[in-house]
Structures are given as structure tokens and as C-alpha cells.
């Protein structure tokens, strides 16, 4: 079993910046991928960025060159620090870990961006 705890969000104003945070513990096995996914109200779930624990990344086209996703192997912890946040990236943010015939969400943390 693996645990996920997220923490950083809240209230942001647009053009600031905001630093998630998911902390994994538990069975942690190698290799993984853990990612950021958010849900705004009437949306899909969607991914917004993810980093494999060799270090490859994925953004979305809508977060590229505004959201950076790193991890600290040693910490199990992956951050992702949100810039020049818009209106539109208001949602619920979720961590997901994924390794080899297992999956895991987070409990979710809301950002609100007010324009």
C-alpha cells in the first residue's frame, strides 16, 4: 500500500505562484510515476504534469513553461510549482502514483486563482 499526502494549495492571485507538494510513503516500488491531475467543476480529470522516477517529465500544453514538476527520490516527494497561474487552472488538484499493476490518488487539495 502507498500513501499520498498532498498539501500547498489555497488562494492565488492570477500571475502569482503556487507550490504543491505530494508526499509518498509506504511500499514505494521502483519504477514509478507519480503526476499531478486536476478536476475543475463539470470537467474530466485531467493530467497536468507528470515525472517518472528516472526523471522524465510530461506537461500538458496548457501548463508548459508555467508549471515545473520535480521529485526528491530520497523524500518520495514530488512538487509542483505553479507560475503565472491563470483563472482556468482553478481546480482540484490530485496526486497519482503509478507503478506496475497499482495506482494510488491523493485525498485532492483545491487552488483557486481569482482574477
Known amino acids: 500500500q502507498v500513501q499520498l499526502v498532498e498539501s500547498g494549495g489555497g488562494l492565488v492571485q492570477a500571475g502569482g505562484s503556487l507550490r504543491l507538494s505530494c508526499a509518498a510513503s509506504?511500499?514505494?516500488?521502483?519504477?514509478?510515476?507519480i503526476g499531478w491531475y486536476r478536476q475543475a467543476p463539470g470537467k474530466q480529470r485531467e493530467l497536468v504534469a507528470d515525472?517518472?522516477?528516472?526523471?522524465?517529465?510530461y506537461y500538458a500544453d496548457s501548463v508548459k513553461g508555467r508549471f515545473t514538476i520535480s521529485r526528491d527520490n530520497a523524500m518520495n516527494t514530488v512538487y509542483l510549482q505553479m507560475n503565472n497561474v491563470k483563472p482556468e487552472d482553478t481546480a482540484v488538484y490530485y496526486c497519482?502514483?503509478?507503478?506496475?499493476?497499482?495506482?494510488?490518488w491523493g485525498q485532492g487539495t483545491q487552488v483557486t486563482v481569482s482574477s
Open positions: 515525472i517518472t522516477s528516472g526523471g522524465s517529465t
Open positions: 509506504g511500499s514505494i516500488s521502483s519504477p514509478n510515476t
Open positions: 497519482n502514483y503509478k507503478a506496475t499493476w497499482y495506482t494510488r
